[in-house]
């Protein structure tokens, strides 16, 4: 691995910028980058602290910032040093702007100013909480997705990613010989979807759960390869009975599978549009 500086610069909390950093930087194998967070940039000194922090450690500038004389000392800073720096959002915004005919705002920190979605996102994150694996059903009524799936299959965080959106998210356990509960059955409103994983792949994650959780190596029916297969062939022969939309996890991220229960909540709410 060949280690790097890396300089994320930002004028509000740096979350938009470590995200678009993450995204590129899984594109390069062989490269470990020393990351510098630089973030609530809002004033020439604390540009001046960037830019002798960034001397000290050399290395290619990514930053998000708004105001204009920042944004020029940090250029011409960089250019001094003969380091890159790289505006990430400058091109998605101007596009923006020169499409929708209006003004760039300048304002640092907008997407964190707490107005409605800011209160929706809080509360979509309490209902998540409160109902997380198979609680306080009798109001899954007021759920936008239901995740039903079999013991690891990422139901928790990903109903967390969801509630992140904005959506209320609920999760029930799939577990053989245990009814569902019969709450779930009675909604109407809300996406129902169906987790399900490799048998191979689950019993290892399995496996390594119980090896935290004890010391002890005895093996159940919960990491029996055969029964794991049942209980995964159960599961999605009871959630294709249900007309619910199945995802197989396996080789998904928390985001992908999250993104991809969002594609099906899309098409769930055109359809009852229309």
Known sequence: MTSHHLHLVSDATGETINSVTRA?????????PEEHVWSLVRTRSQMDRVLAGIEKAPGPVLFTLVNEELRQRLLDGCRALGLPCIPVLDGVIHALAAYFGVPISGKPGLQHVMDAEYFERIEAMNYTMSHDDGQSTAHLADADIILVGVSRTSKTPTCIYLA????????IPFVPGIP?????????DPLIVGLTKDPAQ??????????MLTDENDETDYVDLETVRSEVQEAR?????HGWPVIDVTRRSIEETAATVLNYYARHRQEDAS
Do not use: W, Y
Request: aromatic residues 10%.
């Open 202 to 211: 689950l019993v290892q994650v399995r496996r390594q759960r119980l090896n």
């Open 237 to 241: 022969r009871f959630f294709t009975r």
């Open 180 to 188: 569902l509960p019969s709450d779930l059955f009675r909604v109407k």
């Open 24 to 32: 590129c930087l899984v594109q390069f194998q062989g490269i470990e």
């Open 164 to 171: 992140n959106r904005g959506i209320k998210a609920a999760n």
